[in-house]
């Protein structure tokens, strides 16, 4: 089994400016878990993936930070990390 491939878009460097390295830690840590969790169920459910619009999907790191990402081929292409209110105002500008 092809391993998932996690690929970036440039709004999502854009967005971890703003967070610490600690946080930014806790983001990568996040991903990992993601990808390690693409095709099992069961597992996704303890991650808090979530569907928002279309494509587009959310998984938490921590309690305040969503990361919203899409599938493409597969793949995990993340576009956004931010808070409630920043993913919700990055998803009406963008979805």
Not at 30 to 40: D, H, V, W, Y
Request: overall charge positive; proline content about 2%; hydrophobic content about 45%.
């Amino acid at each position: 089994m092809e391993a998932v491939k996690i690929l970036t878009r440039p709004s999502y460097f854009r967005s971890l400016k703003k967070f610490s390295v600690t946080e930014i830690s806790e983001i990568n840590a996040s991903i990992a878990r993601l990808r390690e969790a693409m095709g099992k169920p069961h597992v996704h459910s303890g991650l808090s993936v979530r569907k928002l619009r279309r494509a587009i999907f959310e998984i938490r790191a921590g309690l305040e930070t969503r990361i919203l990402f899409a599938r493409e081929s597969g793949d995990i292409v993340l576009v956004f990390a931010g808070n409630h209110n920043q993913a919700g105002a990055w998803l009406k500008e963008n979805v």
